[in-house]
């Protein structure tokens, strides 16, 4: 793999695709997941790859409908795994959310591959790898294999990079479903009880970052602040973000070095 200068501007973005190189060359990510990682990538330019107002309501909202979970699990896939591992086991550990390996290109080698991922980085307890399999019968995708002291026994689960059937599965059998998905558009954006629309990443290390604010309220500031949340209105403020954040880099005699910070100056 090439070495990327410090001083490129893209080196960040670039980075992290060869984490998602890596991770499917050591088989913990589906090939698919690498155009999937593409199209999040597409969808974080258009609102600027930073957390937005909108997103941070959504943090907080998922953060304390997960404090208030009776047995909250978080649903990793490939791409979650690759990304951020340490971040995952952190949340875990403080949360005492579960962490479920659960695919969508199941098979036995990636399960294997992220379980190896996980536990090298300090997880304590998977879901999802022996065979205390459960089926959901709403779905036919891989995603149908559960774990019955996992997902099946859930309250709340916490699903990012997701596909939409799952999502309206888990709503039907009456779980609440938290979504982390860049996509507004998307079939789960629309399903979930609560979407993050953000980038996986910076979602989990806010969420390590916010947790001990979300560990000083009572049981009631959580309900309040979960009542208070309203998912179809944060998506269309996410969605009107998106064309004023688009609206702002046309507009005549703005540099594009102001809205982007590419340290250079074209006049548009
Ligand atoms: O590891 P597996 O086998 O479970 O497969 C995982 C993938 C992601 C391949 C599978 O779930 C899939 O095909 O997902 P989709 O239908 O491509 O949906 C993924 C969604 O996540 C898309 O709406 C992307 O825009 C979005 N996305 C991609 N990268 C990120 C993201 N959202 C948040 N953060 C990201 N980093």
């Known amino acids: 793999m090439i070495e990327i ?3 490129h501007p893209r080196a960040e973005s670039l980075r992290i695709r060869h984490v998602m190189e890596k991770g499917y060359m050591n088989r913990i990510v589906a090939l698919a997941g690498l155009i999937a990682h593409g199209r999040g990538e597409a969808f974080d330019y258009i609102i600027g790859e930073k957390t937005t107002p909108p997103a941070l309501k959504s943090i907080e909202a998922a953060l304390s409908m997960i ?3 009776k047995y909250p699990v978080f649903s ?3 791409n979650t795994a690759a990304l951020a591992p340490n971040e995952i086991v952190k949340f875990a550990e403080i949360s005492g959310i579960k962490l479920e390996i659960n695919l969508f290109y199941r098979t036995e080698e990636r399960i294997q591959a992220i379980k190896k991922h996980l536990l090298d980085v300090g997880a304590k307890e998977l879901f999802g790898i022996s065979d205390r399999k459960a089926q959901i019968q709403e779905l036919s995708s891989n995603r149908r294999f559960v774990d019955k002291d996992g997902i099946l026994k859930s309250d709340v689960i916490l699903v990012p990079l997701e596909d939409g059937d799952r999502t309206e599965a888990l709503r039907k059998m009456g779980k609440i479903v938290i979504a982390i998905d860049l996509n507004p558009l998307s079939r789960t954006a629309q399903w979930a009880n609560i979407t993050i ?3 996986f990443l910076r979602v989990i290390k806010l969420f390590i970052e916010k947790w001990p604010d979300i560990e000083k309220k009572s049981e009631s500031e959580l309900k309040q602040i979960v009542r208070n949340f309203d998912n179809k209105e944060n998506l269309r403020e996410m969605i009107k973000y998106s064309i ?3 609206n702002k880099i046309s507009n005549k005699g703005i540099y594009i070095d102001e ?3 590419f340290g250079y100056k074209i006049r548009i």
Do not use: E
Request: charged share 30%.
């Open 5 to 7: 200068p410090d001083d």
């Open 67 to 69: 404090k208030l979970a």
């Open 76 to 78: 990793i896939n490939g």
């Open 197 to 199: 629309v953000d980038n």
């Open 244 to 246: 004023d954040y688009l």
């Open 259 to 261: 809205v982007l910070n």
